[in-house]
């Protein structure tokens, strides 16, 4: 009785601040609203895009690049690992925490003896046999926040222990691309669709990903090389505004052209089934056959948040994954690519391990990851998987695989990344190395010793804005400062500088009054160009 009562209190007290997390109204859902998503990088329309010589970590980073490609597949709301790769090993157990929503024994197709899927994910049955897929049991972190934004960003961040705004893939890119926002690559570093919200792209200073809030604004850009239409518009006031504010937009899609070319340069060689994630994978089997040549793009499948009716929308999720899967790789195979292309599945986090009063799950934590594509090199299971009777305090699953193990890993053996480089951009976590079925010639990768960054920053203090940075020699070192539009304003330096930190006094420095806004700062170093915003308040 106690036990049923104190498990009564903590399903209330999760479903209290469940609520409460569904009402919070930040930045990022607020831009989304707005349907202003991020669109890529700010490109300075006068400014001249020019080579630069790359800094050792940016070496270091190219010179171990391949053409691997990585699709992040968030399954966005927590997914239920034990109804998605069922323990059969202990399924006694597995069915008494689960009475009303577990899986018949004969609803299992097993993939091993130990482990099984429903049968309506038949779909993989094929992905499973043919060795393009793999499951990492127990993925999580040590004491799980169960909050669904902020384990987001946890999982974004690789960082649980304290609030860090930037992504993995964020730092990579911002590191490969220092000068980005002035000079930015031929083509988008990433693609994300419908995960606006989350910030594994992001840098310190903007998003690496070209962004589109839903798979229909992605798919406008594609066909028309625009995201709205500029043509049909009333002519009247209201008419005149809106063309403005439509051909602003379209303007800071600066690589809807690349897309749009990659899109029409290929087609499906499969017919996809017309569900969400379907039609994401869809779009993207097309730009990768393209040759559009962009490294990582993440895709969102929402609606794993499931406190209630988990049975059929459950299902109806897993359904459209499987086909998802099997569509995208029989589609990227025609073309010989299936080995090139890397998904993963990630989820903020997984379920309880026993159902709640409403037929469903409430927040859990350690939960599978599964990989797919040929360069797995066969399937089977990586880790241990968690004890289902053994829980901590909270009632959850003990985690058994640190999810940046699984970045690591990714990092290292798929994109063969030098681990100096991958402590480097997670933040210098001790990583371990998975063996997911795929590795590097260590032997040709070049080896870096000593990576370190190049850090500068806006700094606002007693109402002045200073631009802060260290140089570890003398060098000389010029800064620039433009507008949003690629309008010089003026040179804030342009001088030789001994080693140690520098402030520069914007407002001091420049010789023009500056309007309050978004403005942009360059700083010239040895033929390496850096670039960053900054606010005039």
């Known amino acids: 009785m106690y036990h049923y009562i104190s498990r009564k209190r903590k399903d209330q007290k999760q479903k209290t601040a469940h609520d409460r997390e569904h009402t919070v109204w930040n930045r990022r859902s607020f831009i989304q609203a707005l349907g202003l998503a991020g669109a890529g990088g700010i490109m300075l329309g006068q400014a001249a895009v020019s080579a630069s010589r790359p800094s050792p970590l940016a070496v270091a980073l190219s010179q171990s690049e391949n053409d691997n490609i990585l699709v992040i597949i968030r399954l966005k709301g927590g997914n239920d ?102 000079n930015p690559p ?131 999720l897993l359904e459209d994954l499987s086909k998802s899967i099997k569509n995208f790789y029989e589609d990227l195979a025609t073309a010989g690519m299936d080995d090139k292309v890397l998904a993963m599945t990630i989820s903020e986090f997984g379920r309880r391990p026993y159902e709640n009063g409403s037929n469903g799950t409430d927040h859990g934590a350690a939960s599978p990851v599964m990989l797919f594509g040929a360069g797995l090199n066969g399937s089977g299971f990586v880790g241990t998987h968690p004890d289902i009777n053994e829980w901590d305090a909270d009632d959850n699953l003990i985690p058994t695989t640190d999810f940046r193990d699984v970045y690591s890993s990714v990092l290292t053996d798929w994109f063969c990344l030098d681990p100096s480089v991958v402590s480097s951009i997670l933040l210098n976590y001790g990583y371990t190395t998975l063996d997911l079925g795929f590795s590097c010639d260590t032997l040709e990768t070049p080896s870096f010793e000593d990576v370190t960054r190049f850090e500068h920053f806006p700094v606002y203090k007693n109402n002045r804005v200073y631009i802060h940075f260290k140089l570890p020699t003398t060098a000389h070192v010029d800064v620039r400062l433009y507008d949003i539009t690629g309008r010089e304003i003026g040179a804030l330096t342009n001088e030789m500088l001994f080693p140690g930190a520098h402030n520069i006094d914007v407002l001091a420095k420049v010789r023009a009054t500056l309007s309050t806004g978004q403005y942009i700062y360059r700083i010239a170093i040895g033929g390496q160009f850096y670039s960053k915003s900054l606010l005039i308040k």
């Open 186 to 316: 031929a083509v988008p570093p990433a693609i994300q669709i419908g995960s606006t919200d989350n910030i594994v792209l992001e840098g310190n200073d903007t998003s690496y990903a070209f962004s589109f809030a839903n798979a229909s604004q992605l798919e406008n850009v594609a066909q028309n090389g625009n995201l709205h239409d500029v043509v049909n518009i009333p002519d009247c006031l209201y008419g005149n505004k809106l063309q403005f504010l439509r051909a602003m937009t379209n303007t800071t899609y600066i690589y809807s052209q690349v897309i749009h070319d990659a899109y029409m340069a290929s087609s499906n060689s499969v017919n996809y089934e017309n569900l969400p994630l379907s039609e994401q994978l869809a779009m993207i089997a097309r730009m990768v056959k393209g040759g559009l040549g962009t490294k990582v793009y993440m895709v969102t499948l929402d609606g794993f948040d499931n406190h209630a009716n988990q049975v059929n929308d459950h299902r109806a």
């Open 81 to 182: 690992g034990l109804n998605t790769i069922v323990p059969v090993y202990a399924y006694d157990d597995y069915a008494n925490l689960r009475p009303t929503i577990k899986h018949a024994q004969n609803d299992l197709y097993n993939l091993n003896a130990d482990f099984a899927i429903p049968t309506y994910m038949e779909s993989l049955q094929s992905v499973w046999g043919e060795g393009k897929m793999k499951v990492i049991h127990g993925v999580g972190y040590q004491n799980q926040n169960l909050s669904r934004f902020r384990s987001s960003d946890i999982w974004a961040s690789g960082e649980p222990e304290f609030v860090e705004p930037t992504g993995w893939w964020g730092r990579y890119f911002e590191d490969i691309y220092p000068d980005y926002l002035v």
